[in-house]
T-cell receptor, first 111, second 119 residues
């Protein structure tokens, strides 16, 4: 299967704490993307990191990519209750143009 | 910015009937669109790649005769679930890569999804 794996499957934290989610994948990639999905809704693109990048920031989000370990992490700092959602990593393989999604992490931020 | 819509947002049908789901790119053209299926509390699984003017490419294990895809224009792809059964109940999501307005091909925009329930 080309599907990546995310860890942890579920994460529950207090508001204000940081949340870290990890993603591992199996193939050579062009880029890796992180998406957010509220329950029963569509996906929202959060951030894209290319294979030649190691770290990227966007607001309270920080993404790292280690292509040697085929892994990525998403850090959400100073979490808010509104951050409660499922977070998915997705990879675009080298030479392809479709996305393969990880298993997802369900984040719950307790007010 | 790039917007993708889906219609309907939800549908309930009887077993054995066919259901058509539309995916539209509203402010950009998409020669390629992707269809995903998501079961409750699970990840998105790519079903097929829809290509404007040509046949769709299906992922392994996806029945092309059951999930008919038509991409007749640069802004519309349709997925028809034929002879639907309860096990086809799922959340179907489409996406399109942005090719204009500064978006690179790797920026994908997702529709809001269609929840199908087959009784």
């Amino acid at each position: 299967s080309q599907q990546g794996e995310e860890d942890p499957q579920a994460l529950s934290i207090q508001e204000g704490e940081n949340a870290t989610m990890n993603c591992s994948y199996k193939t050579s990639i062009n880029n890796l993307q992180w998406y957010r999905q509220n329950s029963g809704r569509g996906l929202v693109h959060l951030i894209l990191i290319r294979s030649n990048e190691r770290e990227k920031h966007s607001g309270r989000l920080r993404v790292t990519l280690d292509t040697s370990k085929k892994s990525s992490s998403l850090l959400i700092t100073a979490s808010r209750a509104a951050d409660t959602a499922s977070y998915f990593c997705a990879t675009v393989e080298t030479g392809a143009n479709n996305l393969f999604f990880g298993t997802g992490t369900r984040l719950t931020v307790i007010p | 910015g790039a917007v993708v819509s889906q219609h309907p947002s939800w549908v309930i049908c009887k077993s054995g009937t066919s259901v058509k789901i539309e995916c539209r790119s509203l402010d950009f053209q998409a020669t390629t669109m992707f269809w995903y299926r998501q079961f409750p509390k699970q990840s998105l699984m790519l079903m097929a790649t829809s290509n404007e003017g040509s046949k769709a490419t299906y992922e392994q294990g996806v029945e092309k005769d059951k999930f008919l895809i038509n991409h007749a224009s640069l802004t519309l792809s349709t997925l028809t679930v034929t002879s639907a059964h309860p096990e086809d109940s799922s959340f179907y999501i489409c996406s399109a890569p942005g090719l204009a307005g500064g978006w690179s091909y790797n920026e994908q925009f997702f529709g809001p999804g269609t929840r199908l329930t087959v009784l």
